[in-house]
């Protein structure tokens, strides 16, 4: 671990140089500039909560407030818009920067971190403004939010781990990312983010919870919405996957970092 944090903190600034100027160049030639990092997220926010709480009036079993459906909804797309930004990402990154990669000598490493640096930046902007409306809706969650930082770590770590395996097998078998582009369509769809997983038949509801995102969002889902804590036990399959893909990906990088290059 420390083979892998030393070079990391060594180009701390080759990091922190790469994110400021991603975040620059992002809003370059716009007149309201790093403004639509907050006017984007917080139209979302309203438009979900005037259509889904109040024309729609569409409520969750068990959750009397008006907001019930729309705190449930942002919990779901904004923790899953984290994960899949740093997961799509990094599975191209070594692709993206492929010049780079031939010119200049750098722990690789860099560039998955820049990706996750980039990511939360974006993220906590989004869920910053939530955290607003929830306080001022009065639907903050109270001390059960502080379980929520946890449960972050453990989705970057999910993310971290399935984004660096999917970028090296890109970068030799380039229908990876095509191919993990559609999957990542349907595994939307097959967690439980739009629809709580009560309206499902009970016979599909055991399966669903082989979905690794069903039980970290239930999880997101739990705290923001019920305000309660989330029940760590069910988490414990997630925490080795995640594991596990960490380990798998930084050995499967360790072993063919030199032949990427070529490949590139």
Request: glycine letters at 8%.
């Amino acid at each position: 671990m420390l083979a892998i944090i030393r070079p990391l903190w060594a180009y701390r600034g080759f990091i922190l140089g790469s994110v400021k100027r991603e975040f620059q160049s992002k809003y370059r030639n716009s007149l309201l500039g790093a403004a639509w990092n907050v006017l984007n997220p917080l139209a979302m926010i309203i438009v979900y909560t005037l259509i889904f709480s109040q024309i729609m009036r569409a409520k969750l079993p068990g959750v009397d407030s008006a907001f019930g459906y729309s705190i449930y909804l942002c919990a779901g797309v904004i923790t899953w818009g984290l994960f899949a930004e740093i997961v799509g990402r990094g599975q191209n990154v070594f692709l993206d920067n492929a010049n780079l990669l031939k010119k200049l000598s750098f722990p690789r490493l860099c560039l998955p971190v820049t990706v996750v640096a980039n990511a939360g930046l974006n993220f906590f902007i989004i869920f910053g403004l939530f955290t607003a409306f929830l306080v001022l809706s009065g639907t903050f969650p109270g001390l059960p939010f502080l379980a929520i930082f946890p449960l972050l770590a453990l989705l970057v770590l999910f993310s971290i781990g399935l984004g660096i395996t999917l970028g090296v097998l890109n970068v030799f078998f380039r229908d990876v990312g095509q191919f993990f582009g559609i999957f990542l369509t349907f595994w939307f769809w097959l967690t439980p983010i739009v629809y709580p997983i009560s309206i499902l038949p009970e016979r599909l509801q055991p399966f669903m919870s082989l979905n690794p995102m069903t039980r970290l969002m239930n999880a997101f889902q739990v705290v923001l919405v019920n305000g309660q804590w989330p029940n760590w036990s069910s988490l414990w399959p997630v925490v080795v996957l995640a594991l596990l893909l960490c380990v798998f990906g930084f050995g499967l990088y360790r072993r063919h970092a030199g032949e990427m290059v070529d490949e590139l």
